[in-house]
């Protein structure tokens, strides 16, 4: 090149304007040689911030596909998805989270609560979010964040929950889950059936729970019911003296030793469980899935006292309008369409509206899923990796019996600032 | 090369000839005071937005109050009375901030230690043992290995050898010399201390070997000769001309494990309080002003450690 520089007598410092001159115009021209079929639309892209829970490829591969919106995951942590949403409102434009955070969200007036008159499939949402109860009519536990508490506004920029329905929907529910303790039968080799046993001495240096205050405080509140020590007005919303009684049974149980680790982490907790450093500990329904995956024996213990349940679902930040907030519609309206309902139920969650995703499920996946009969035939990942062999049973059973044996959900008390303060206070213990 | 070819040409005459009469009267006209500033004012500049600014908002802010889901300005000290709750009432035992910090400097000064111990030796031998300057940039490199994973992995990998069924453990156990898995091998202060160990060593090493490399040869032959043991020559030649990198590296390793909290959270299996761990769970909780006074906490108690090493050794004079 400065063979032909010299003979030409072009210098290098002209040389390199033209050429960024030219990678200018290239780069100028790039807009309109890039996208020749959308001038006059602009390309539909979502940001979604979210946990990792919903945010497949495959969703946002098939979203693409039947609506043309491209979807930008933002991944964080359920407590980083909160910060970011009080911090930076314009950084996303979707936005899924689960109903506990709702009392700090709404307040913040970040986020904008969607209208249930746009949504087709709203009159099909399980009345596990409307009304508190199973398809079947099984009344389920309300302590806690409830999603139906949370879930209607009193007006359009309302920051009052209402207590009746109305069109100002806060999320508009997505997904949700009955939890329990996740246990490796083939070392304990007995029944387990109470929350009692995460403390139970015998599994001393064995056991685990979540290393989210919010949600720790509340298996220790299962615990402590469960031995018959204490009944709580509402495990979701303590008192100063119910936090002090609950935070001195976890100290209590930390010095002796019965905690081997805390987990924060999907795969923190998997690894847990199947390196056999913990032999009970609070659980996810995959993560369970996961361990039985690797060809270990982990069972996620249905027991007496009930499941703690989660859920979430969309809303959209309040920097959203006009065509965006269209987009936003058309999207949420797409989840609820069935594809990605049953993508979450073959993982184990369970999806919204369930006649949609019943429809994109075989016969067999929705009997061993949701009816908790045995699998006539093997279960299968949505990624096609082998979760079942046939004549296996859901642990739990049915949905039915799943969610309607929630006791408890996910809460932020109006405690907080002392719960967070007591917990630093246990973990200097 | 046809580049350096390319630039000679380029000048014309004129402006060589310009520019050189140009310069010393300027260079006159500006004072050398003037210049030193004009050659720190860059790093001073992003010190200032970087790192003054900010820190002067995180005291601001720390004096704020707050509720549930948002900062309100008004002077509040509740950050700092809630952090020190109960440390008069709980008297003789320890509140929640003392054990923290009782708990965080243990931890410190027992990882100070050992990297000390580990890094002079390191740096004494790539700077005395090995000949080659490619040996001792290839060894040192080496020392870097620790840095190219993240946590999340580095925490995996410590179950299979660490873990109830470890490596270590099934070894211990194969071999007879113990019937029961060690349990405080992982998840404990013993795991702890190692993964900072292994991690921080390495800022003990870089300032200490470049201390070393600094003495004059002469001065070691001089002790020799003079009929020193070597051990003589240790203690009374080389550790004092390596004060400096000593001190500058415990200056890193106490100010990087004073404000760790996500090393001590996976290995200590999130069980073992420290510092950074309070503030992290409160701005977890969207407490920021409490986190903020946390931090300030920290950071007064930080610097009175660093003053006082620094008393020990004149790091500006020894430079």
């Given at each position: 090149m400065t063979e032909t520089t010299r003979k030409t007598g072009v210098s290098r410092r002209t040389l390199l304007k033209s050429t960024a001159g030219l990678a200018g115009l290239a780069a100028g021209s790039g807009a309109i040689t890039g996208f020749p079929y959308v001038m006059s639309t602009e390309p539909k892209v979502l940001r979604y911030l979210g946990t990792a829970v919903n945010e497949g490829d495959d969703i946002s591969k098939q979203c693409l596909k039947d609506t043309g919106i491209k979807i930008e995951y933002i991944t964080a942590t359920t407590d980083d998805v909160t910060k970011r949403v009080m911090t930076q409102p314009n950084s996303f434009d979707v936005l899924d989270t689960e109903y506990f955070s709702l009392k700090k969200l709404v307040p913040s007036g970040n986020i904008l609560a969607l209208d249930s008159k746009k949504i087709k499939e709203f009159d099909n949402i399980t009345p596990v979010f409307t009304k508190g109860e199973t398809p079947g009519g099984k009344k389920i536990g309300s302590q806690g964040t409830a999603p139906w508490k949370v879930l209607y506004l009193e007006g359009k920029d309302s920051k009052t929950f209402s207590k009746t329905a109305t069109e100002f929907v806060t999320l508009i529910p997505t997904v949700y889950n009955a939890d329990t303790l996740g246990i490796r039968p083939d070392i304990i080799k007995r029944p387990i059936s109470s929350?009692?046993?995460?403390?139970?001495?015998?599994f001393k240096g064995k056991a685990s729970i979540l290393n989210i205050p919010s949600i720790g405080i509340m298996d220790a509140a299962m615990v402590v019911e469960a031995t018959g020590k204490y009944k709580y007005a509402d495990k979701g919303n303590m008192t100063k003296e119910e936090i002090d009684l609950t935070m001195k049974v976890m100290t209590e149980a930390k010095k002796a030793g019965q905690f081997r680790a805390f987990w924060k982490d999907f795969n923190e907790s998997v690894n847990l469980m199947a390196s056999g450093e913990t032999v009970i500990q609070s659980m996810w329904s995959p993560a369970v899935t996961k361990v039985r995956s690797m060809g270990i024996a982990c069972t996620f213990q249905p027991l007496k006292e009930g499941y703690r349940s989660w859920a979430s679902g969309f809303c959209v930040s309040k920097g959203v309008s006009g065509p965006k907030l269209d987009w936003a519609y058309e999207f949420v309206n797409w989840f609820l369409s069935g594809y990605a309902g049953a993508y979450l139920n073959r993982q184990g969650y369970y999806s919204a509206v369930l006649s949609t995703a019943k429809a994109n499920m075989e016969p067999y996946e929705w009997a061993y899923w949701m009816e908790g009969k045995p699998a006539e035939k093997d279960i299968k990942a949505p990624d096609g990796s082998l979760l079942e062999k046939a004549g296996a049973v859901r642990d739990g059973g049915s949905y039915e019996d799943r969610m309607g044996g929630v006791a408890c959900w996910n809460a932020v008390m109006d405690e907080n600032d002392y719960m967070v303060r007591k917990w630093n206070e246990f973990i200097a213990a | 090369m046809d580049t350096s070819e390319d630039i000679l040409q380029q000048p014309s005459p004129d402006l060589v000839r310009g520019s050189e009469t140009a310069r010393p009267a300027k260079a006159a006209r500006l004072s050398p005071s003037f210049i030193s500033w004009l050659q720190a004012g860059p790093m001073m500049l992003v010190f200032l937005a970087f790192f003054l600014i900010p820190l002067v908002f995180v005291v601001i802010v720390s004096f704020w109050d707050y509720n549930e889901y948002q900062l309100l300005p008004t002077f509040s000290g509740r950050g700092y009375t809630d952090t020190f709750e109960g440390c008069i009432a709980q008297l003789p035992d320890l509140c929640t901030i003392g054990r923290t910090y009782v708990k965080t400097l243990k931890l410190c000064v027992m990882v100070w230690a050992i990297t000390l111990f580990i890094g002079f030796w390191v740096a004494y031998f790539l700077a005395f043992h090995v000949k080659s300057k490619t040996w001792q940039m290839g060894l040192s490199l080496l020392c870097t290995i620790p840095f190219w994973t993240s946590n999340v992995i580095r925490m995996i990998a410590w179950i299979p050898l660490?873990?109830?069924?470890g490596l270590v453990n099934s070894g211990l156990v194969k071999s007879g010399l113990i019937n029961q898995p060690l349990e405080w091998l992982l998840f404990s202060e013993f795991s702890v201390v190692l993964a900072l160990v292994h991690l921080f060593t390495f800022f003990m090493v870089v300032p200490i070997f470049n201390s070393m490399v600094r003495i004059d040869k002469s001065l070691i032959e001089a002790a020799y000769d003079a009929g020193a043991t070597g051990f003589q020559t240790l203690v009374n030649v080389i550790i004092p001309l390596a004060k400096p990198g000593i001190v500058i590296g415990s200056i890193f390793v106490i100010t990087i494990v004073m404000g760790d909290f996500i090393t001590i959270g996976v290995m200590g299996g999130q069980q073992i309080a420290s510092a950074g761990k309070i503030i992290e769970t409160r701005v977890n909780a969207l407490q920021f002003p409490a986190a903020a006074a946390n931090a300030v906490i920290l950071l007064v108690i930080t610097f009175l450690i660093i003053t006082m090493m620094s008393r020990i050794v004149d790091i500006k004079k020894e430079l």
């Open positions: 929350w009692a046993e995460l403390l139970n001495p015998e | 660490l873990g109830r069924n």
